[in-house]
Every structure is written in C-alpha cells, then in structure tokens.
C-alpha cells in the first residue's frame, strides 16, 4: 500500500510557448513498481524523470486513481507535492499537466548544481566509496555511447552525478540532487536529442574523475565547473533552436 503525502501549496506558472500533449495518460499501461514503502509522489517522480510522461502532457487523475488503486484525495496530495517540486503545474480548467521547464527554470537548476556539485567535489576524498560508483556509470556511459544507445548515456551520466554528491554522505543533498535531476530531466526531453545533449560528455566525466583521483577534490571541482558552464550553454543553446523561452 502506498503511502500518503504530506500536502503542499500548489505552484501555478503561465505564459510560454512550450508543446503540450492533452491526451491522457491512459493511453500507456502503469506497471506495478513493488516499492511498498515509498509515496506516491516517489514513483510518479521516478516516472516522469524516467520519461514515461512526457513534458506538457496532462495527467488523467481518474486512470491514474484506478491504476496505482489510491484514492484521488492520496492522488490530489501527491500532484501537490511533485507540483512544490517543480515536475507538475496546475492549469486552470485544463487539470494537472507534466512541467515544461523554461530557459529561466534551466538557468535556476545549473545555478544549484555549481553550488552543489563543486562544492561537495572540492571537500570530498578520492579514496571515498563513492568514487567506484562514479567509475561505474562512466563505465557504464562509454558502453552505452558505443553501442549508440544515447538514452542509456544519459542515464548513466545521471548516476555518475548522483555517485559525485553521494561523496557529501548527506541524504539531504542527495534529495536535493534527485529533485533536480528529474527536473533537468524534463528539459531533456523537451529538447528530445539525447546524443547531443549527452554524447560530448561521456569523455569529460571521465576526465572529471581522473583528476579528482589523481590530484584530489580541488582540481576536480574547478573543472567541473567548466563542465557544468559548457553543458548549460548546450541545453540553452537547443532551447534557442527550438524558439523555447
């Protein structure tokens, strides 16, 4: 049985010219996840940062109710929650759709992640559990990019950097971190060119943890720093293609 969310204020948003998909989401089958003790708020999180509700795309509450067996009361609570997080927004007489992040929302999670990021690298030990995890997912993105399967670089750069703020051993920044990947997650999607966006990268995660093992967190972090400057230009540069404000 899921459990219940604690309810939130709702964030609205306006304006913009971003797609929108105003089928509801029953047109795809919600498999059972078996993670018994998480919210709902959890997996509908996980879901939409894995992808499976595209960016602008409304949410029918009843399929939903009926498919995750809550009532819409648990559900309602849940969207609240995800809404205060910044992955749903509430449209007046339209319902409850997926978050279309804008330029200024893109402008806000790389601010974050360059305060959170570098700074958890420039304190942090190379001999730290951690720095395996991070070897794992560059391992695991320079398969991926030779088997020409983009989808599973991005992924996997996703872990490299969830492994880089699990150097910190706070659960509070790796909440921090999981918010804000599923955010930026959405911007992916929004862009929908996941080589692009992921394939210059793989050779500079590499490079990231090579530093941070040979000549310490310092280094690492300032070039990081780079790193996250250049991967921001790329993402707003794609928005710019694509007339996205």
């Given at each position: 049985m899921l459990?219940?969310?604690?309810?939130?204020?709702?964030r609205?948003?306006?304006?913009?010219?971003?797609?929108?998909?105003?089928d509801?989401?029953?047109?795809?089958?919600?498999?059972?996840?078996?993670?018994?003790?998480?919210?709902?708020?959890?997996?509908?999180?996980?879901?939409?940062?894995?992808?499976e509700?595209?960016?602008?795309?409304?949410?029918?509450?009843?399929?939903?109710?009926?498919?995750?067996?809550?009532?819409?009361?648990?559900?309602r609570?849940?969207?609240?929650?995800?809404?205060?997080?910044?992955?749903?927004?509430?449209?007046?007489?339209?319902?409850?759709?997926?978050?279309?992040?804008?330029?200024?929302?893109?402008?806000?999670?790389y601010?974050?992640?360059?305060?959170?990021?570098?700074?958890?690298?420039?304190?942090?030990?190379?001999?730290?559990?951690?720095t395996?995890?991070?070897r794992?997912?560059?391992e695991?993105?320079?398969?991926?990019?030779?088997?020409?399967?983009?989808?599973?670089?991005?992924?996997?750069?996703?872990?490299?950097?969830?492994?880089?703020?699990?150097?910190?051993?706070?659960?509070?920044?790796?909440?921090?971190?999981r918010?804000?990947?599923?955010?930026?997650?959405?911007?992916?999607?929004?862009?929908?060119?996941?080589?692009?966006?992921?394939?210059?990268?793989?050779?500079?995660?590499?490079?990231?943890?090579?530093?941070?093992?040979?000549?310490g967190?310092?280094?690492?972090?300032?070039?990081?720093?780079?790193?996250?400057?250049?991967?921001?230009r790329?993402v707003?540069?794609?928005?710019?293609?694509?007339?996205?404000?």
């Open positions: 459990r219940s969310c604690y309810v939130l204020p709702r609205r948003r306006s304006g913009g010219s971003l797609p929108t998909y105003d509801p989401v029953s047109a795809e089958p919600i498999p059972d996840t078996g993670r018994e003790d998480g919210t709902l708020a959890e997996l509908l999180s996980a879901r939409i940062a894995a992808g509700f595209r960016p602008g795309r409304r949410l029918s509450e009843a399929e939903l109710a009926e498919r995750f067996s809550v009532s819409r009361n648990t559900l609570e849940a969207f609240r929650v995800l809404a205060e997080q910044g992955l749903l927004e509430h449209v007046p007489h339209r319902g409850v759709s997926v978050t279309a992040p804008r330029v200024a929302d893109v402008l806000d999670i601010r974050v992640r360059r305060h959170l990021e570098t700074g958890v690298l420039v304190k942090a030990a190379p001999r730290h559990p951690a395996a995890r991070m794992g997912a560059v695991a993105a320079e398969a991926a990019a030779a088997a020409g399967d983009w989808a599973g670089v991005g992924t996997a750069n996703m872990a490299f950097h969830a492994a880089l703020v699990s150097l910190s051993d706070s659960p509070r920044l790796g909440r921090t971190y918010q804000l990947s599923a955010e930026l997650r959405l911007a992916f999607l929004v862009i929908g060119d996941p080589q692009a966006l992921h394939g210059a990268f793989v050779e500079r995660n590499r490079s990231v943890l090579e530093t941070f093992v040979a000549d967190g310092p280094a690492a972090a300032r070039e990081l720093e780079d790193y996250l400057t250049e991967s921001e790329t707003l540069g794609a928005y710019a293609r694509l007339g996205l404000g």
